[in-house]
């Protein structure tokens, strides 16, 4: 786990700590970083154009025009005393080898799903459950503002272990978004705590 520690204008000691936003294609990804961020925040979107159909699944509502081909980034103050940098994940498949060094150096990450296209999730949890070490919780967006389906009927259909956290999240709510990181920075402090002989 790597973060950093400075004294900040209040003479208190400020903790920087980068979070991964990771998720299958059009999850919402790019709209939760922005929805947090501080900062106008950065992405490399580009238009989706003529070359990608057949190659990327558009969502269901088919408004999609642009897609991240690199990252999504933005900063928020989760507290006075802890910064987090965030960085989006790009969703397609062809992108999916920058997920290690997006990865690297993180406190954790947070899996958003899409009920709707569920199976743009597998690849996203089976990443961090088996070539990560990064703690991570599943947030399931809320398109259209609605719970689709039971989070237990999600946690089953995910295969998920007991121990991930799962919440519902509307990725276009800032507030929302808020209390998905926070539940982030609680899970792994929490299993920091356990990993820590006391």
């Not at 809320?142 to 389906?149: A, K, P, Q, T």
């Not at 402090?189 to 820590?196: N, Y």
Request: aromatic share 8%.
């Amino acid at each position: 786990m790597d973060s950093s520690s400075y004294p900040s204008e209040t003479g208190l000691l400020t903790i920087s700590a980068k979070i991964v936003i990771a998720g299958g294609f059009g999850v919402g990804k790019t709209t939760m970083v922005g929805s947090v961020s501080e900062v106008p925040p950065l992405n490399n979107e580009a238009w989706m154009t003529e070359a990608s159909e057949g190659v990327d699944d558009l969502p269901p509502n088919g408004k999609k025009s642009t897609t991240t081909v690199a990252m999504d980034f933005g900063r928020i103050s989760l507290h006075s005393d802890l910064l987090l940098y965030l960085f989006g994940t790009p969703g397609q498949p062809r992108f999916w080898f920058l997920w290690d060094d997006l990865s690297r150096g993180a406190l954790g990450a947070i899996v958003l799903v899409d009920t709707r296209r569920i199976d743009e999730s597998f690849a996203a949890i089976n990443y961090f459950e088996n070539d990560s070490d990064l703690p991570f919780i599943v947030a399931v967006n809320l398109f259209d503002g609605e719970l689709r389906h039971e989070l237990d009927e999600v946690r089953d259909a995910l295969a998920l272990s007991p121990d991930t956290p799962l919440i519902a999240c509307d990725a276009r709510d800032r507030a929302s978004s808020v209390e998905a990181l926070r539940e982030l920075v609680t899970h792994t402090l929490a299993l920091a705590k356990v990993s820590t002989p006391g």
